[in-house]
T-cell receptor, first 114, second 112 residues
Framework: AQSVTQPDIHITVSEGASLELRCNYS??????LFWYVQSPGQGLQLLLK??????LVQGIKGFEAEFKRSQSSFNLRKPSVHWSDAAEYFC????????????FGKGTRLHILP | SQTIHQWPATLVQPVGSPLSLECTVE??????LYWYRQAAGRGLQLLFY??????ISSEVPQNLSASRPQDRQFILSSKKLLLSDSGFYLC???????????FGEGSWLTVV
């Protein structure tokens, strides 16, 4: 069965600084990978996804993520964060051709210092 | 375009009372449907998913059940709520084979 690990529960960065949120997955076949963002009390919004092809994927709000099969990682990056990026971020993995479950990590809460 | 509606948005229920959360999707047919629960510090826990009418897969044994009486309707239920059922419940829909899933706005359940 697939699983997702987000090792950082909280991350604090200064506004304008770069950001990297870590995500490691476990799955024996080709995964689908996602990053979602959740503002307090809201549903989840898709930031970006990787299905196949180019391992560097671009998303909304200036985010990007890189799929590294050798490291089983799908880290989310942004070169310069804005105060509005403060939220909780979830990495997720889906199964290709097996079943339609999508499993989420426990999330990383991002705090932005002014 | 596709939309997903989930209600009620907030709910306060006494222990032992029943529960019904409803989710409907518009603008698509034969979607995969999902119920997740989000508790503080525990991320999103997949509770149930359905790939078709009457087809429900349960991920976690618990006090809840799900039903899919129509193609685009997914209902989360309980006969007797426990305190531990409190949390933020999210319905989601997606296409086939691990396609992107899209979430509703969520339902806050507080069991008192």
């Amino acid at each position: 069965a697939q699983s997702v690990t987000q090792p950082d529960i909280h991350i604090t960065v200064s506004e304008g600084a770069s950001l990297e949120l870590r995500c490691n997955y476990s799955y024996g076949a080709t995964p689908y990978l996602f990053w979602y963002v959740q503002s307090p009390g809201q549903g989840l919004q898709l930031l970006l996804k990787y299905f196949s092809g180019d391992t560097l994927v671009q998303g909304i709000k200036g985010f990007e993520a890189e799929f590294k099969r050798s490291q089983s990682s799908f880290n989310l990056r942004k070169p310069s964060v804005h105060w509005s990026d403060a939220a909780e971020y979830f990495c997720a993995v889906g199964a290709l051709g097996r079943d339609d479950k999508i499993i989420f990590g426990k999330g990383t809460r991002l705090h932005i210092l002014p | 375009s596709q939309t997903i509606h989930q209600w009620p948005a907030t709910l306060v229920q006494p222990v032992g009372s029943p529960l019904s959360l409803e989710c409907t999707v518009e603008g698509t047919s034969n979607p995969n449907l999902y119920w997740y629960r989000q508790a503080a510090g525990r991320g999103l826990q997949l509770l149930f998913y359905s790939v078709g009418i009457g087809q429900i897969s349960s991920e976690v044994p618990q006090n809840l059940s799900a039903s899919r009486p129509q193609d685009r309707q997914f209902i989360l239920s309980s006969k007797k709520l426990l305190l531990s059922d409190s949390g933020f419940y999210l319905c989601a829909w997606g296409g086939q084979a691990g396609n992107t899933i899209y979430f509703g706005e969520g339902s806050w359940l507080t069991v008192v």
